[in-house]
């Protein structure tokens, strides 16, 4: 018996084409503007071969790997730190850099290099959402832990409307510096604060802060309590450094 | 894509009726993709991009993604194809868990002193000869109880079309997904170029010990170019072919260390085999360590006996740490292929291959030449 692909001859293989980038987005949102680091995710052709994230092996000590399976990525000259690759995605970790404005994003693999631009910004907040219904809700738990989400939105788990005058957390990237400075290029070992103020509205009203500050590497936690609202769905905005998340990200709310 | 934004818990699922989707402008010849209805949403991605592939290299591919009650009506839907005008249907692929028949069968040896043997082994020719007549003889009881289970096959007994299987993995409904996503990703690495190996022939026999270097010179040559070797790959400059061999410093773990390497795109190892393991290889051994090679050909028994859900020939094609991409074996315990007027079927296949063919093309050629007694 055959298990398999019989349609393979055993042939000279091709040579991989070279790469091509499409387009360089914010990792969470996929709109225009990244922020050093934070997540960034560059679409286009050839960009690697098998998709493969980064595991523990990729690691030197406490640093980041600059390379996964051969592709590298640089931002403004500087190299980013390489998390996942595919043929058509790479999602990196945008290095340190104080510039803004347009700037060169570069790819280089085995078959060659692709050149694309950004838009390096200060702040770009960006909140996690679910999978399912093309990302409306925002990731939320409560307190305890619980999922907060439409009820019946995700399979297998369950998930429970928000309430009024509880404490929800939010995850996102995209937030800036923390207090003090966690450099890019190292594994984050403890949360620390948001060096900029951060403020969150949820259905068009102020969602009195608790705590924000970066958690791990480009991830950034927000607690919130959520202010008094009737049922339905609310969008939630964040807002730091002058710069507003996307308002199409919803939070289910039960009083 | 959003294969890799940041999913905290949860997937989409769909379901999906029956859907059959052609894709048929993109060369002569026609796949056939049965898709067991379980699996279709998880692997929709992967499994687009296979198609692409295969249209890229010149297959029309034609998806059908409902169950099938019975082995009967499986092999309805592959004849309505087949004679399909203009399909040219080369082959099939069943994606998932499918109805199986199963044949009793004589594997008779070449060895006058081992006798032969038979027993009901699931049987995929069932599939691959349209044309044949698959009967039961009067009074012929099923060891399994098997109700689509054959002693007979007679009248056009060529295979029409080769047929292969991405079976299930572990019997696990999720570990399947995930393991046919993997094994998509990987082929359209191959096809592009991404993956690549060096274009040699690695064989490693458990059978032979040579004690002198006599021997060891006697088992080289058979493996070289003896009646059963796998001219023209084994012959080839660069084809590395181990055994145990002291007097000549070779040794099979050599060729099982080679095979982790990656050094060849082609390896064959003779064994002997149970579901569990291929010789010294078990099941154990390939999901932990690599297995670099692109084509996979064991002759160990009963390796790929997919009534057991965690067959060896399954694992060395799904582990997370392998790299092969097309993988043979046997449902029973005849282990190689047989001799037919053209010779050995490693002879065989390697003279198809090396002439351009595709291996389900080397396949047919040695399969539907009339087989002889070795």
Request: aromatic content about 10%.
């Amino acid at each position: 018996m055959i298990l398999g692909d019989p349609t393979l001859p055993r042939k000279t293989q091709r040579v991989p084409a070279a790469p091509k980038i499409d387009k360089v987005v914010h990792g969470v949102d996929f709109q225009e503007g990244i922020v050093p680091g934070s997540w960034m995710t560059i679409f286009g052709s050839s960009l690697a071969g098998i998709p493969r994230a980064w595991t523990e092996r990729d690691f030197q000590g406490d640093r980041l790997p600059t390379t996964l399976d051969g592709v590298r990525v640089n931002v403004n000259g500087k190299p980013a730190y390489v998390y996942y690759v595919s043929p058509g995605q790479a999602n990196v970790l945008a290095p340190d850099d104080s510039a803004t404005g347009a700037v060169k994003v570069e790819l280089v693999n085995a078959a060659g290099r692709a050149e694309g631009t950004a838009t390096l910004a200060r702040f770009h907040p960006a909140f996690f959402s679910y999978e399912p219904e093309g990302g409306r809700y925002v990731i939320a738990f409560s307190a305890d832990w619980a999922y907060l989400a439409r009820p019946g939105l995700l399979p297998n788990v369950t998930t429970r409307a928000a309430r009024p005058r509880e404490t929800v957390i939010l995850y996102g990237s995209g937030f800036g510096p923390a207090d003090p400075a966690l450099p890019a290029g190292l594994m984050v070992a403890a949360a620390r604060p948001l060096a900029n103020p951060v403020t969150v509205s949820i259905g068009g009203l102020m969602a009195p802060p608790v705590w924000s500050g970066q958690v791990g590497s480009g991830l950034y936690q927000i607690m919130v309590t959520v202010p008094e609202l009737p049922a339905g769905d609310h969008s939630v905005v964040a807002e730091i450094g002058g710069a507003r998340s996307a308002a199409a990200r919803m939070l289910t709310i039960q009083p | 894509m959003s294969a890799q934004r940041f999913i905290v818990a949860g997937a989409c699922l769909t379901l999906l009726a029956s859907v059959e989707a052609a894709n048929g402008a993109c060369g002569s010849h026609t796949v056939a993709i049965l898709v067991d209805p379980k699996l279709v949403a998880s692997i929709r991605a992967g499994l687009s991009q296979f198609e692409t592939d295969l249209c890229t290299d010149g297959y029309n591919t034609v998806e059908h993604s409902a169950g099938f009650a019975d082995p009967l009506a499986l092999r309805a839907h592959l004849k309505q194809l087949y004679d399909q005008p203009g399909r040219s249907l080369a082959g099939a692929i069943l994606i998932g868990a499918f109805p199986h028949a199963y044949q009793w069968v004589t594997a008779a040896s070449s060895n006058p002193s081992i006798p032969s043997t038979s027993e009901e082994a699931l049987s995929f020719q069932y599939y691959a000869d349209l044309n044949g007549t698959f009967a039961r003889s009067p009074g012929y009881v099923s060891q399994g109880g098997r109700p689509y289970s054959y002693d007979l096959h007679s009248g056009d007994v060529n295979w029409e079309i080769w047929v292969a299987v991405l079976p299930y993995y572990k019997g696990h409904l999720a570990q399947t997904a995930d393991a046919l996503n993997r094994y998509f990703a990987r082929n359209h690495a191959y096809r592009t170029g991404w993956l690549r190996l060096p274009q040699v022939f690695l064989q490693i026999s458990e059978h032979y010990r040579a004690t002198t270097r006599a021997e060891h010179q006697l088992y080289l040559d058979a493996m070289r170019s003896g009646p059963y070797a796998w001219t023209p790959f084994s012959n080839a400059p660069d084809a590395r072919l181990y055994f145990d061999s002291p007097p000549g410093g070779l040794s099979v773990p050599q060729g099982y260390a080679d095979l982790q390497a990656g050094v060849a795109d082609f390896t064959v190892t003779d064994t002997h085999g149970y579901w569990g393991a291929g010789g010294q290889l078990t099941i154990a051994a390939v999901e932990t360590n690599p297995v670099r090679t692109i084509f996979f050909w064991s002759n160990g028994c009963a390796i790929g006996d997919l009534d057991r859900p965690d067959n060896f020939l399954t694992s060395v094609l799904y582990s997370r740490v392998s790299e092969v991409l097309i993988a043979k074996g046997t449902t029973n315990n005849s282990g190689g292929m047989g001799n037919n007027s053209n010779g050995s079927f490693g002879h065989n296949m390697a003279a198809a291959l090396a002439s351009g063919a595709s291996f389900g093309q080397a396949i047919l050629s040695h399969v539907n030449v009339p087989l002889i007694v070795p």
